[in-house]
């Protein structure tokens, strides 16, 4: 069972920046894809945000591209979310997860999240 703790989140306004971070307990954390996600207020489904392989190659969802950025740290077992320019529409918990190759399906049961808040 993987555990994933995440942390970072917080209350700022439109146009702030956020620093997210993923601790994770995968002992194979180096060999896999690991992504971030989120689900808004009153969706019921989580959505891709950020993904990055084990190469670092990362890929972003379409309403975060320039404004977000995921990194990880193969020995810290860390994986990090910068967000700059937030928007209002950004509002969500935020998850992160063990993920598939392609389309960065997630692998693991979730993590409690982190909540972030973006005021207009």
């Known amino acids: 069972q993987v555990h994933m703790v995440e942390s970072g989140g917080g209350l700022v306004q439109a146009g702030g920046s956020l620093r997210l971070s993923c601790a994770a307990s995968?002992?194979?954390?180096?060999?896999?894809?690991w992504a971030w996600y989120r689900q808004a207020p009153g969706k019921p489904q989580r959505e891709l945000v950020a993904?990055?392989?084990?190469?670092?190659?990362?890929n972003y969802a379409d309403s975060v591209k320039g404004r977000f950025t995921i990194s990880r740290d193969n020995a810290k077992r860390t994986v990090d979310l910068q967000m700059n320019s937030l928007k209002p529409e950004d509002t969500a918990v935020y998850y992160c997860?063990?993920?598939?190759?392609?389309?960065?399906?997630?692998?693991?049961?979730w993590g409690q999240g982190t909540q972030v808040t973006v005021s207009s």
């Open positions: 995968e002992r194979f954390f180096s060999t896999n894809a």
């Open positions: 997860n063990r993920a598939t190759l392609g389309v960065f399906a997630p692998l693991d049961y």
């Open positions: 993904g990055i392989t084990s190469g670092g190659t990362s």
